[in-house]
């Protein structure tokens, strides 16, 4: 493979890893979202809790997106009242870092 194209193939494919990743983390609520998860299991109700400014039809939608990317994983359970609760993949602990350094870089900017 001649060097030029190469480089072509490299951007390429860090501009479709980036995509991917904003694809991840873009969305009004997807960032909350995956914070309010971390590294726990919660339950569709604590997560409306947690972000009572969220409509459900649009918390709905987004965890549905989250998981269609393999961020998150839903386990049903065939109880009476149903129980569903929602945690990160290992793919998506891996979002967690990014989360942690994007507050690192807010927390200055809080005192203006």
């Known amino acids: 493979m001649k060097d030029s194209n190469r480089d072509a193939y490299v951007v390429d494919r860090d501009q479709q890893v980036l995509r991917k990743t904003l694809d991840i983390i873009c ?12 590294e726990h299991t919660r339950r569709y109700g604590e997560l409306r809790r947690m972000m009572p400014d969220v409509s459900e039809k649009v918390l709905i939608q987004e965890l549905k997106t989250l998981i269609g990317l393999g961020v ?12 569903v609760e929602y945690r990160l993949t290992k793919k998506g602990l891996k979002v967690l870092p990014l989360l942690h350094g994007l507050k690192h870089i807010g927390e200055p900017f809080m005192e203006i």
């Open 27 to 38: 969305g009004k609520w997807r960032l909350f979202i995956l914070l309010n998860l971390g």
């Open 72 to 83: 998150l994983e839903k386990e049903s359970f065939s109880e009476v009242p149903p129980r």
